[in-house]
C-alpha cells in the first residue's frame, strides 16, 4: 500500500470539492449567457477573483501530483507553465498523463489570467478578455472531473 498514493487521492478529492464551490460561486455572477459588458466594475472584479482561485485550486492539485511522481521544475522563472505543462505529459510509468489538450488549453489561459490578476495593479478590467477566461473555464467544467478521476483510478492502483 503506497501511502503517499493515498494522501494524493484524498488531496486531491478535497481539491474538487473546492472547485465546485468556487463554480458555484461563479455561476452566481457569471454564466455563458452574461454579457461582461453589462456588467460593472464590482461585478468584474468578483467574477475574476472567483476566476483566479479556480486556477489556484487546480495548481494546487498539481503540485501535489509532481511532488509525488517528479523531482522539481527546472526554471523557476516559468515553473508555473513548466508545471502545467507536465500534466499534460503522458509519463507512464511513473505517472499518466492527468489533463488533456482541451483542459490544458483552458487552463493555461486562467494561468495567464491569474498572472495578470495578481500583478497588474493598474489596469483595468477588460470584460472581452475577461469573458474569453469565463468560456475557458466553463469548458474546463465539463471536462475536469472525468481527467482527474481517471488520474485518481491509476493512484488506486498503485495504493
Do not use: C
Not at 25 to 34: D, Q
Not at 126 to 139: C, G, Q, S, T
Amino acid at each position: 500500500m503506497n501511502e503517499k498514493a493515498i494522501i494524493l487521492n484524498s488531496s486531491i478529492r478535497r481539491d474538487i470539492d473546492a472547485i465546485d464551490q468556487i463554480y458555484a460561486a461563479l455561476g452566481r455572477h457569471a454564466t455563458t449567457s452574461t454579457t461582461l459588458a453589462k456588467v460593472d466594475e464590482d461585478g468584474l472584479i468578483v467574477i475574476s477573483y472567483h476566476l483566479h482561485h479556480l486556477y489556484t485550486a487546480f495548481e494546487n492539485i498539481f503540485q501535489h501530483i509532481a511532488t509525488l511522481s517528479e523531482n522539481s521544475v527546472d526554471d523557476k522563472g516559468r515553473w508555473h507553465s513548466q508545471l502545467l505543462e507536465r500534466m499534460n505529459l503522458d509519463a507512464l510509468p511513473l505517472r499518466p498523463q492527468v489533463i488533456d489538450a482541451i483542459a490544458y488549453d483552458a487552463l493555461n489561459e486562467l494561468r495567464r489570467f491569474r498572472h495578470v490578476f495578481r500583478h497588474a495593479y493598474s489596469i483595468q478590467l477588460d470584460p472581452e478578455r475577461l469573458a474569453l477566461v469565463l468560456r475557458k473555464a466553463l469548458i474546463l467544467k465539463q471536462v475536469y472531473r472525468q481527467q482527474l478521476e481517471k488520474f485518481m483510478a491509476f493512484l488506486q492502483v498503485i495504493e
